[in-house]
DNA sequence: TAATATGGTCATATATAAATGACATTGGAG
DNA sequence: CTCCAATGTCATTTATATATGACCATATTA
């Protein structure tokens, strides 16, 4: 599970507004939000800029396996 | 820019140990190093947790626009 | 009722990440 | 110098991210 919809959420975007400021389809968005694939690095460096966060903010869990 | 190949040192692998630790091939780890392309968030994410690191310390550079 | 916005999903096509095998170069150790 | 491990790079193939267009469900508003 990643926090993109937490983040566009906060932003009060749309998948589609999300989508186009960043040029992509509005199906790639649904597609990460519902970790249905694998998203490029570009791609997460863009999304972690325009929702005013950063790459572990929205794609990075800890593991508490000790 | 990332910082792949200085982690990776750090961890005193070679690029061959590397890719075999996350199951890509030698040639993947390569062309991240020298971005020459762009890597998926799963692979990001294995080499992260592999170097005992995290994908901000990897890949995220801070924009200073202010 | 209809109309609109949003989100979820499907099928098809294209671009590119990644695999594989090969070869050249570099640097260190003998 | 030779030998070898590590690295950089090329060409080809395969898997998959992403684009595009469509359709459906839901909620809201006229």
Redo the contacts with the bound molecule.
């Keep these: 599970m990643n926090h993109v919809k937490t983040y566009r959420k906060a932003k009060k975007m749309?998948?589609?507004e999300l989508a186009q400021s960043i040029?992509?389809?509005?199906?790639?968005i649904?597609?990460?939000?519902?970790d249905?694939?694998?998203?490029?690095l570009a791609?997460c460096l863009k999304l972690a800029h325009v929702l005013d966060t950063d790459l572990n903010a929205l794609f990075w869990e800890e593991k508490n396996e000790n």
Tied chains: 1, 2.
Excluded: D
């Design positions: 749309s998948q589609y040029g992509v389809a509005r199906q790639t649904n597609l990460i939000e519902n249905k694939y694998n998203p490029s791609l």
